[in-house]
């Protein structure tokens, strides 16, 4: 489901109280309203975390609102308590041409997220492996590539189909394996972001939190990325990250936030959802 892509550019210094959620259907200004009690500098580590992230995405990439902003901090974090989720929500970040910033957004989010695993093309045989108890989080590059053409999309239709169940938690694989060729369960539960030119299957895209990149208008500027300088800088914010929220895992398991939202939309946006509302009681 489409976060809101309204053309306003957040600035990286206006970032918000914890929560707001980037939602569908709940205005980005609810929530604040929780913060405006607290004195100015006694937000709490969570969503001071949260901010560093979200200032950390915006120097690099400019996003379409600042509702994507916040989506994608929020997805970010979400990566890091995945076994305490019902529902992996995909982050598909589509654009209709090049230079649109996916892939630099991509890089950022690579170096925050726990445990990535990126790759411009790849197996399902390789994926079912790479999935345990504590998944890594799936990146993919030039998704194009992948389903971007009727052929294509045939030919990776075993690898849709393990996006597609990987949203749900218990929804295993079966492959026949090993020497006496019996079969096996593979998990699929795992977070994922795709990004490529032009929209995923749907069946994909029903399962995601959309940003639609755009290229960026004139004024418009960005810090350039470059590994060796901002990487070690980026692992340490991810580190904090886990340091947060690690502990907090039970806590999120028995979270059942209220959502504007049903049905997979609701699925999809619960854990960003769960993640605001930890920032939030920190």
């Known amino acids: 489901m489409d976060e809101s892509t309204s053309p306003t550019t957040p600035a990286a210094s206006s970032l918000p109280a914890w929560p707001p959620v980037a939602v569908p259907g709940q205005d980005p200004a609810l929530g604040a309203s929780a913060a405006e009690d607290d004195e100015p500098g006694q937000a709490g580590e969570g969503a001071q975390l949260l901010d560093e992230l979200r200032e950390a995405i915006a120097r690099y990439v400019v996003l379409p609102s600042s509702a994507a902003l916040t989506a994608v901090t929020l997805w970010v974090a979400a990566t890091h308590i995945q076994p305490a989720l019902q529902h992996a929500p995909r982050l598909a970040v589509v654009g209709p041409a090049k230079r649109c910033g996916k892939s630099r957004l991509l890089d950022v989010i690579t170096e925050t997220v726990r445990e990535p695993l990126i790759t411009v093309n790849t197996s399902p045989a390789v994926v079912f492996r790479a ?113 947060w929220l690690r502990p907090l895992m039970d806590t999120a398991a028995d979270l059942v936030p209220p959502m504007p939202v049903q049905d997979r939309a609701a699925d999809t946006w619960e854990p960003l959802v769960v993640v605001a509302e930890l920032a939030g009681s920190a």
């Open 131 to 243: 999935i345990g108890d504590d998944p890594p989080t799936l990146l993919v590059d030039e998704a194009d590539t992948i389903f971007g053409s009727i052929k294509a999309a045939e030919k990776n239709e075993e690898l849709r189909g393990l996006l597609n169940a990987g949203h749900q938690r218990n929804r295993p694989a079966l492959r026949i394996s090993g020497p006496e060729h019996k079969p096996q369960a593979f998990p699929t539960f795992a977070m994922a972001a795709l990004a490529g030119i032009g929209d995923l299957p749907d069946t994909v895209m029903d399962r995601a939190v959309v940003v639609r990149m755009q290229r960026r208008k004139p004024g418009e500027r960005v810090e350039q990325f470059r590994s060796r300088r901002d990487i070690p800088a980026l692992h340490a914010l991810r580190d904090r990250l886990t340091a």
